[in-house]
């Protein structure tokens, strides 16, 4: 967070996507995706992000506001990525008189109680709506959300011995059919909010585990989606049991093992044979 003082009165200002507010989020978006680059953005954003009115803005010398127009170029780096869950929930509308308006629930920050089958197919969802043409991509965004948003569990006991900390349902893949129609009036700002969440958690696991990442895009090429489903058959049986057991596993865990035996397979290959 930085501060900023204008006159009597003082703001703290975000420096990341993960110190923003779920308001800020959706109104940063809406701006960055919804206008052109004009001379003017730079300065909306700064608007939205420090809480000061446009007009006061505006009105300050032309070389304090070259100071603080910097603040907001964070929005645009690739340096900065959203990971904490600014997007918990979501309500969906009901969509006849006997269907109520309920709300969903996602993963939290990082995708830290993610499953591994739940993530392959929110991933491979996530690939096929930014390769699709236009017509088909926002079914696929809306069987991207079904997978990572779902009803809490009837009954959640934070002290229950088998609490694991989330409090939606267990991922099936034969609720998606389903599901995924009720996801289609989710207002457009935010599922692109969730799609940039989602993006900025991808890339962090990029960062956590290169070799998994870097050993999916060698095998398949980078203009074609990393199959986790052959890595899921090729897993179970091992260290994590049947498919199914294997897909219930936390993501991080299971793409811990993977990334271990990438570098241990590079090591192994690399090594000269000694005689």
């Known amino acids: 967070m930085e501060t900023l003082q204008i006159g009597a009165i003082t703001k703290q200002v975000p420096s990341t996507w993960n110190e923003m507010t779920r308001k800020q989020l959706l109104r940063v978006l809406a701006e960055l995706y919804g206008a052109s680059e004009t001379n003017g953005y730079r300065l909306r954003l700064l ?3 420090t809480g000061f009115r446009l007009p006061l803005l505006s009105a300050l010398a032309p ?3 070259a100071q603080l127009l910097p603040l907001v170029d964070f929005t645009t780096s690739e340096d900065h990525r959203l990971t904490a869950q600014l997007v918990p929930t979501l309500r969906l509308p009901g969509r006849h008189r006997t269907e109520p308006a309920t709300t969903v629930h996602g993963p939290r920050a990082s995708l830290s109680n993610a499953t591994f089958g739940e993530f392959i197919f ?3 969802f996530f690939i096929q709506y930014h ?3 236009a017509q088909h991509r926002a079914t696929y965004l809306d069987k991207f959300l079904a997978v990572l948003y779902r009803p809490a569990k009837r009954h959640v006991d934070p002290e229950a011995a088998d609490w694991n900390g989330d409090v939606r349902i267990p991922f099936n893949e034969y609720h998606l059919e389903q599901r995924t129609p009720r996801l289609a009036p989710v207002p457009a700002l935010e599922k692109l909010a969730v799609l940039t969440w989602y993006r900025g958690c991808r890339a962090q696991l990029g960062l956590e585990f290169p070799e998994v990442f870097a050993a999916a895009e060698e095998i398949h090429g980078p203009a074609k989606a990393p199959e986790w489903d052959r890595v899921l058959r090729k897993l179970s049986g091992g260290a994590f049991g049947t498919v ?7 993501l991080r865990l299971v793409l811990a093992e993977m990334h271990d035996a990438a570098v241990e397979y590079n090591r192994l290959k690399t090594q000269k044979p000694s005689f």
């Open 47 to 49: 608007a939205i992000l």
């Open 244 to 250: 199914g057991e294997t897909a219930g596993q936390p």
């Open 131 to 133: 390769r699709a043409k």
């Open 122 to 124: 929110a991933d491979t």
């Open 63 to 65: 070389d304090v506001l």
